[in-house]
């Protein structure tokens, strides 16, 4: 495959991974970004037998409770 190319997490700086990136493009200009997808890629992963979940308004609440520590962002909210 042309231009393809492989890399390994330990590749990846780790401020990349965890620095959110903003981008100011007007709309006339093409914007290229390349991300890496780490984690549960494929959705496959499953809580162990006889795990808890959590309520699902748990993260929101938390954030209401300590705006000054927690922030619903953190959390893809």
Same mark, same amino acid.
Do not use: C, K
């Given at each position: 495959m *042309?231009?393809? /190319?492989t890399?390994? &997490?330990?590749?990846v %700086? #780790?401020?990349? $991974?965890r +620095?959110?990136?903003? /981008?100011?493009?007007r #709309?006339d200009?093409?914007?290229?970004a390349?991300a890496v !997808?780490t984690g549960? $890629?494929d959705? +496959?992963?499953a809580?162990p037998e006889? *795990?808890?979940?959590?309520?699902?308004?748990? !993260?929101?609440? !938390? #954030?209401? !409770? &300590? %705006?000054?520590?927690?922030q619903?962002?953190? /959390?893809?909210?």
């Amino acid at each position: 495959m *042309s231009g393809a /190319f492989t890399t390994a &997490h330990n590749s990846v %700086p #780790a401020a990349a $991974v965890r +620095s959110p990136m903003q /981008f100011d493009v007007r #709309a006339d200009e093409t914007l290229s970004a390349v991300a890496v !997808l780490t984690g549960d $890629v494929d959705g +496959s992963w499953a809580a162990p037998e006889g *795990s808890r979940t959590l309520d699902p308004t748990y !993260l929101s609440l !938390l #954030a209401l !409770l &300590h %705006p000054d520590r927690v922030q619903i962002a953190q /959390f893809g909210g």
